[in-house]
T-cell receptor, first 115, second 117 residues
Framework: AQTVTQSQPEMSVQEAETVTLSCTYD???????LFWYKQPPSRQMILVIR??????QNATENRFSVNFQKAAKSFSLKISDSQLGDAAMYFCAYRSPYSGSRLTFGEGTQLTVNP | GAVVSQHPSRVICKSGTSVKIECRSL??????MFWYRQFPKQSLMLMAT?????????EQGVEKDKFLINHASLTLSTLTVTSAHPEDSSFYIC?????????????FGNGTRLTVT
């Protein structure tokens, strides 16, 4: 079974600065999908960014980018120019193409943005 | 974008009663829906996978007789917590996958906060 580990329970960043959230995973599969979800205080799960394992190029969505290291099984999220609205719980998630779209989530990282 | 509506957003019930939570895909057909449980400041734990027209698949340790799941149509799945107890108090979230590409993202409902008194 796949596991996802987020080793940073809490992180903080100053507004306009850059922060990197860590995520590692364990799998024996070569093809899979990785996601970062954001859960603000409203508890709504919001997709931030996704990466397909067969793509070597790191995904980017505006201020959000990932550093995908397949050999190291690492999938970190970088948030540039942090904004107050970025404050939330961030979850890294793994999805196997063979498991019917089930998501396996990491423990989460609570991000605080200081003004 | 795809919208998943979950109702109710909050519910308080007495111990021993049952409560039903609905998860609807509003603008797409969802062949598969997932039910998660989330305790405060913890991650989402998958409870079961709901497939339209067939029995749900429950994760290990989840009591299927306590958490009844019905997915009778391509736009609606329901989770019924039967004979609820205070330890069932939690945040329940559904998500749905459309009939698109395999790498299409899941769409999440807004969640239901269940409090059993």
């Amino acid at each position: 079974a796949q596991t996802v580990t987020q080793s940073q329970p809490e992180m903080s960043v100053q507004e306009a600065e850059t922060v990197t959230l860590s995520c590692t995973y364990d799998t024996s599969e070569s093809d899979y999908y990785l996601f970062w979800y954001k859960q603000p205080p409203s508890r709504q799960m919001i997709l931030v960014i996704r990466q397909e394992a067969y793509k070597q190029q790191n995904a980017t969505e505006n201020r959000f980018s990932v550093n995908f290291q397949k050999a190291a099984k690492s999938f970190s999220l970088k948030i540039s120019d942090s904004q107050l609205g970025d404050a939330a719980m961030y979850f890294c998630a793994y999805r196997s193409p063979y498991s019917g779209s089930r998501l396996t989530f990491g423990e989460g990282t609570q991000l605080t943005v200081n003004p | 974008g795809a919208v998943v509506s979950q109702h109710p957003s909050r519910v308080i019930c007495k111990s021993g009663t049952s409560v039903k939570i609905e998860c609807r895909s509003l603008d797409f057909q969802a062949t598969t829906m997932f039910w998660y449980r989330q305790f405060p400041k913890q991650s989402l734990m998958l409870m079961a996978t709901s497939n339209e027209g067939s029995k749900a698949t429950y994760e290990q340790g989840v009591e299927k007789d306590k958490f009844l799941i019905n997915h009778a149509s391509l736009t609606l799945s329901t989770l019924t917590v039967t004979s609820a107890h205070p330890e069932d108090s939690s945040f329940y979230i559904c998500s749905a996958k459309g009939t698109g590409r395999d790498n299409s993202p899941l769409h999440f409902g807004n969640g239901t906060r269940l409090t059993v008194t």
